[in-house]
């Protein structure tokens, strides 16, 4: 069984995102960057499935710039197998990476493509549900388990208020979420071997996909700040606010 | 411009999330409601008396009784023929169900918008809510999901709308629905509870954290958050924590008690819709950002509160 | 339980990469394609763990890559155009006429940038020559041979909690072994104090002594921005404690000014706050004019060596060398130490190469030393190594006026003072009961802002679930000791609000934040007994500085 992992080099969640003065967007030059932290769950699963001999090959996938070739180092040093890289300087929106993720999995023909929920840049949430629909197949989206059974998967899902067990025909797309598993640190022997394992360079042309933005950024600003309320004198009065809000 | 409104419910009632759409959709023009399930003529009839709704499209078919993606976004696809946009709350149906819509449409998605600015243009959250984007589509059809508390909720009564039955495709055989388990603890779970109660450092320790904030959530029906501060003394486990390094939260109403207000615990309540805060230095940045602050000694507010209510 | 490690052999393994270290592997890679040479930084990536002014002087990048300026590279991008000195009183300040100042203090032919983008740049010329760069990977403990030489180093294992105890995801840290070791740590090195203890290295010469500098980068105003002009500042407010040090504002690429403030850590006043001094120093008139509609964007803060040329040590020792402010070649009046460190990098690496290529190995690099002590360094050095010991011993307004006399001197190659005698900063700390204690303003949360809020923008963390890194020898002393005679100086002096004083009477204690820390190292320095242990923590954690 092969599984295709999807992975993103986005701004590390240590560092606060500074928005541009001139509103253009939030500035990356010189910051840390990482790899999406719901991609190495879903990096860590798949790995996780070969170790226990469900899954023969990991491949992992980033559409993104040059330096995302980092990002696909980093899963490689987790244990996955090769990396293909789909280059793109532009920023490329979720249905175009969908699309040409698709390219990949009719190229590669998984039985389990594993992505995260969402990036926590743009917080999307969007490319999984795509993929799974233009490849015509099942979606398991927010996985806190992933349980192979024949022909089939098993996926638990984190929805509002609880759990959700479905049953997804091969091949299926999973999402992860955060309680899925934790990622294992990248070991320093593994680095400096996931150094020569196979990356393939390609561009989104090679699978026909016109990556022009549908949606238009005008403008990007620091949320309002909260200002402070009022004081209020004393417990009476703060079981007045309580009932006024409906909680009380 | 008419627009289609994904109705939430459980089957037999409709939920409030569907109310915050039903305004998101208002703003953009005339409102119809889809209510897909398997028989929801109670929801149907629920969805027809929301204020501003138009019409009412009704599926009702076993394969759209658990909300599966795979048989529910042709169904909306379909009735997406008629209509120019597509708005669901951004819950995790809504958030399962949008994305493939929108990719059967061939369209760009609007994920979590906060408001409306014009016809085509949004404003919407990125990195976790530290930036809010202006967006305009270009697509000739627009795909969204609103964040709940951003919008109000429509009026649940006072309209009068029609209901018209509509029909999909039906069974996709892609995927089945095997069971639920909805959380059923006690107390609610901290990232989606809609009341917290959070504790600091000022709780002095274990037993005392247990005897002054337990009491006051289990009588506001509330989560239970600490800080930092509180975590690193031992007070509750780590997995209470609230903040950059812990969870990040919401609710309806946060209430902080002997929290000091760093911006490290900030950066994971800030965007609670009321803060509360009981601290007894009136200097505490935690009143820079508290809606209702009560300078005061929680040894004698928080036990007065609990008891009053 | 026995660990198995991995073990691997380079020719060389360099411990940190900044400017000293990247600048040896990129001149070992050009010396001799051939050489195996690693990189280890324990920053999450390389410039990571940077923090500096900076105004570099270029002398040394032109020797190691001398097309740097028609290659992209940052410290390109601001010329130093302005070069202003200011002492400051409590409401004004009157400039330096330029004429007073030693030739070397003019900045002229400088550039000012974001040092760490400049070792950011160095990476990537670094790994384009092959050498292999591993960040997040800190070097945890030395490796010595039977015979007592410096085999190599190993790095930190990963997923060991609070206790100790491997957790699930444990990954043992590697050895890494090579035929010379290079110690680029920078300042107060954590593997560089063991070694300078096993060998014994400071024997003939003064303690090291240093300052905390505290930093911020700030987006202002653009018509106030003038891009390459330089200011330093000294007087207030660290006249009023007695102490000395000065402020400095550099105006950068990108519409930022990047300000911070030096504390020479031989304070006296155990009351004093280097934190608070650099806060109410942005508060001067005049500083305050500068900032003023801007917004603070980042905020670190690091030691620097303050010993001058007295204070350089031994720098070669069997199996290794050290390089950069590991050894300590900052030259303070002028506070430059990266053109310094990057050249005792050239020089290592070209002792290092010749080394290797007469087949040797292991022994001590006797030539390094010989070289660095023989080059532009020991000149540079050598003209104001009296600089710092004549401010400590005289105290800021007359000390400065002799120390630029004794420079002027200098120049002249007169030598009025001899070198000077140092103290360690610990030992210079004194008791609480003999200092006034010192209000400090309130943050307006405009200009001054409070540690933790500033602690938010250097985007540091550390994994919570792993051993304290900082070590105390004997658990009980800060409250035996440093609190009641000292009034508890690491609450203050910490940048990052790391050490904490809770509970009352029998109860008091001290709670350590690590997660917090900067690895400024300053507490490692401080302390007044020497009781706090900086150790490595786990790979990767520490702050994330953008452009500082
Ligand atoms: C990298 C990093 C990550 C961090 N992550 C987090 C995080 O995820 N979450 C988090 O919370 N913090 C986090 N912190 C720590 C944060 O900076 C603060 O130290 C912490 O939030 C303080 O907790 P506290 O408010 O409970 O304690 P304190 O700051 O000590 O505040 C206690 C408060 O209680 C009040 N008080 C005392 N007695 C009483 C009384 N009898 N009645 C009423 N009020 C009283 C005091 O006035 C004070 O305001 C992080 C810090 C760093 C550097
Ligand atoms: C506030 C301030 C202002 C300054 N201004 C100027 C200026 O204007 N001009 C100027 O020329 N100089 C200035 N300096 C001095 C200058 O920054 C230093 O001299 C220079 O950075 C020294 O370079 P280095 O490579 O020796 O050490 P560093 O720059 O300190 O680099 C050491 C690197 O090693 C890493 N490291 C340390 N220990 C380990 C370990 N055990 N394992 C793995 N990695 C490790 C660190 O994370 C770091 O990345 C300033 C310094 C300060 C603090
Ligand atoms: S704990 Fe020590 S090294 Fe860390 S920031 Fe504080 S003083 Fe600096």
Known sequence: MKIVVPVKRVLDYNVKPRVKADGSGVDLANVKMSMNPFDEIAVEEAVRLKEQGTASEVVVVSVGPAKASETLRSALAMGADRAIHVVSEDEVEPLAVAKILKGVVVDETPDLVILGKQAIDDDSNQVGQMLAALLGRPQGTFASKVEMDGASVLVTREVDGGLETVRLALPAIVTTDLRLNEPRYASLPNIMKAKSKPLAAKAPADYGVDITPRLKVLQVKEPAQRSAGIKIADVDALIGKLKELGVA | ?309 | MTIVRDEMAYDVVIVGGGPAGLSTAIRLKQLNADLSVCVLEKGSEIGAHILSGAVVDPRAMDELLPDWRDSDCPLAQTPVTDNWHWVLTRKGHYAMPHALMPPFMSNEGCYTTSLGNLCRWLGGKAEELGVEIFPGFPASEVLFDDSGALIGVQTGDMGVDREGQPKGDFQPGMRLLARYTVLAEGARGHLTKRVKAQFDLERDCQPQVYGLGIKELWDIDPEKHVPGRVLHTQGWPLSESESWGGGFLYHQAGGQVALGFVTALDYKNPHVSPYEEFQRWKQHPSIRAILEGGKRVSYGARVINEGGWQSVPQLAFPGGVLAGCSAGFVNVPRIKGSHTAMKSGILAAEAISAALAAGRGGDTLADYDAAVRDSWIASELKLVQNAQPLVAKFGGALGTVLAGADMWARVLKVNPFGPMQHHTDAEATGRADLYKPIAYPKADGVISFDRLTNVSYSFTNHEEEQPCHLRLKDASVPVSVNLPIYAGPEARYCPAGVYEFLGEGAEKRLQINAQNCLHCKTCDIKDTTGNIDWATPEGGGGPNYPNM
């Open chain 2, 1 to 309: 411009m008419t627009v289609l409104v994904w109705a939430e419910h459980n089957g037999v009632a409709l939920k409030d999330a569907t109310l915050n759409a039903v305004t998101a959709a208002a703003q953009l023009g005339a409102v119809h409601v889809l209510v897909a399930g398997f028989g929801v003529d109670s929801v149907a009839a629920q969805a027809a008396q929301i204020a501003g709704v138009e019409k009412v499209l009704v599926a009702d078919d076993a394969a759209y009784a658990h909300g599966l993606a795979e048989n529910i976004a042709p169904l909306v696809v379909a009735v997406m023929a008629d209509h120019d946009a597509f708005v669901a709350t951004a819950t995790t149906t809504g958030k399962n169900i949008a994305p493939r819509v929108a990719a059967l449409l061939d369209v760009a998605q609007l994920s979590e918008i906060l408001s409306v600015e014009g016809p085509k243009t949004f404003t919407r959250p990125i990195y976790a809510g530290n930036a809010i984007a202006t967006v305009e589509s270009s697509d000739a059809k627009l795909v969204i999901t609103a964040r709940g508390t951003a919008f109000a909720k429509a009026e649940a009564t006072g309209g009068s709308a029609v209901i018209e039955t509509v029909s999909g495709a039906g069974e996709s055989g892609l995927s089945s629905f095997i069971g639920a388990e909805l959380a059923k603890s006690e107390r609610p779970e901290l990232t989606s509870a809609k009341i917290i109660v959070s504790g600091g450092r000022a709780l002095k320790d274990a037993d005392t954290f247990a005897a002054t904030i337990l009491p006051l959530a289990d009588k506001l029906g509330a989560a239970v958050g600490a800080s930092r501060a509180a975590v690193d003394a031992g007070y509750v486990s780590n997995d209470y924590q609230v903040g950059q390094t812990g969870k990040i939260v919401a609710p309806e109403v946060y209430v902080a008690v002997g929290i000091s207000g760093a911006i490290q615990h900030l950066a994971g309540m800030k965007d609670s819709k009321t803060i509360i805060a009981i601290n007894k230095d009136e200097d505490a940045p935690i009143f820079q950002v508290a809606d209702f602050g009560l300078v005061a000694d929680l040894y004698t507010a928080v036990p007065e509160l609990t008891g009053k209510l």
